[in-house]
């Protein structure tokens, strides 16, 4: 199952990360279309890590749905539902995959794990004006999760540059809250993303819907 599920209603959409500790083939017992899976991880020729991700993600779409729909990618890579039943956004890192929907309204999610090289490559993704009181390693890894968000929800993503462009406003760090991301390009494009600080990774999301606290 997975980790966390918001208690919005599928009308409305939610949130939900699965924790990866199955195998491909336990995975594909969990779908109702193990065959077709089959197919498509054999068209892949992908590493272990990616056919174990797109398997966890096909598991989280249809446990949180109770039905299967198809996903294609545009050329950008963001991925989308063929039959357009919901906004969705999907984000994975070592471990987890995370998906976010919703019925009318663009959606986006990150998962990033916590480790130190995100405070090292800090410098390349935050800009001198944006800090946050807490932790320094889980701030940087924050910061970059939350631009991640956002670049997913930007209308044009071309020539982004994550120091110069996106912005996060300085914040308290809390084991769950809300930032505020800015695109300073497009008239100052602004969004309210929430998020969550787990033992060894971040999340952050934008969902029209969901409650500050879960």
């Not at 009308?11 to 939900?16: F, N, P, Q, S």
């Not at 749905?65 to 956004?89: C, K, M, N, Q, T």
Request: with cysteine; glycine share 6%.
């Amino acid at each position: 199952m997975p980790l966390y599920m918001t208690d919005i209603t599928p009308a409305e959409g939610g949130w939900a990360v699965w924790k990866c500790t199955e195998t491909a083939g336990e995975l594909l017992r969990l779908l109702p279309s193990e065959g077709l899976y089959v197919k498509e991880i054999r068209a892949l020729h992908a590493h272990e890590r990616r056919i174990l991700e797109r398997l966890a993600v096909r598991v989280l779409m249809y446990t949180c749905w109770g039905e299967e729909h198809a996903v294609d990618y545009l050329p950008s890579g963001a991925p989308f539902l063929s039959d357009r039943l919901y906004h969705i956004s999907i984000s994975h890192t070592s471990g987890y995959v995370a998906l976010c929907w919703h019925p009318a309204q663009p959606v986006g999610i990150d998962i990033e794990l916590i480790r130190p090289k995100a405070l090292h490559l800090a410098p390349r993704f935050m800009h001198p004006s944006e800090h946050a009181e807490g932790d320094p390693l889980t701030a940087a890894t924050l910061h970059w999760s939350a631009k991640e968000t956002l670049y997913k929800l930007l209308p044009h993503q071309e020539n982004t540059d994550f120091t110069l462009h996106l912005r996060i406003t300085p914040f308290t760090l809390t084991r769950e809250g809300t930032l505020t991301a800015r695109d300073m390009r497009h008239g100052s494009i602004t969004r309210r993303l929430h998020y969550r600080v787990e033992p060894d990774f971040v999340l952050t999301w934008h969902h029209p819907h969901t409650p500050l606290s879960l």
